[in-house]
């Protein structure tokens, strides 16, 4: 998935057109910002959960890899430029109210996650209570992150 | 997944404890709400993205079930109150730094989009371009909506 062309988006007016319609018109919340599943295109695991602006959906639609916004650095983030685990994009989807996509990719390298794991999502809730438990969810890392974030 | 005593939630104040540690932290933005992706515990299929807020989250805990807050209508959100389409919850995973969460659920009934498809994410990005076109991802409406939600 990559493209030279100009991208723009389509218009929001129409919220029949936006729930049917076959136009693209991401709804951008008051931070400029929408929210963006990476899911394993293979397995359907969920890899991360991350966040796009307009310029970082555009640089991912262009460029085919998934490029997401750092709320925390406050700039755009090419997954994986540094540590060389980029994620190719196959597939993206939008829900009916164009509020959220999911990047079907092909995770390169061990993992996505900064933490060591493959997913982002290592631990699971084990006991409801005061307070939650969690339990892990995948058993060991799968490389270590010193070694690649340094 | 239900539990009958009080349900609290860990500290965030040392981000190791949060991205390591066995204490759930979730965090909430400035409105209070945390993201919810719910995932079909089958298949993997991402079937919409939603918002929880504290007492949705404890209520989620508590009865087993899918419990959102609704961004539009200001309110606690029991998923399958009205249409009958509940998400049966068996387990919920939270990500490296717990501001983001995966539900897996069995849907009842035939979807969980207010459309009539069985995911919300029922179109894909066709062809980036001006503006970007998207494409049916899933063929048929899996039931008519307005037999249900009258």
């Not at 750092?70 to 980029?86: C, D, E, N, P, V």
């Not at 084990?126 to 892990?136: R, T």
Request: aromatic letters at 8%; a negative charge.
């Amino acid at each position: 998935m990559s493209h030279s062309t100009e991208i723009t988006f389509g218009s929001r007016e129409d919220r029949g057109a936006v729930e049917t319609g076959l136009v693209f018109a991401p709804k951008f919340d008051e931070h400029g910002l929408i929210v963006a599943v990476a899911q394993d295109e293979d397995t359907n695991e969920v890899l991360m959960v991350a966040y796009m602006n307009e310029e970082s959906l555009r640089q991912t639609l262009e460029i085919g890899e998934a490029v997401y916004y750092s709320r925390s650095r406050k700039q755009l983030w090419h997954k994986g430029a540094t540590s060389g685990h980029t994620q190719v994009v196959s597939k993206i989807l939008t829900d009916c109210d164009q509020d959220a996509l999911v990047l079907k990719v092909h995770q390169h390298g061990p993992g996505c996650c900064h933490a060591g794991y493959r997913s982002c999502f290592y631990r699971n809730i084990q006991e409801p209570g005061a307070p939650v438990a969690l339990g892990q969810e995948i058993a060991d890392q799968s490389y270590d992150p010193n070694q690649v974030y340094k």
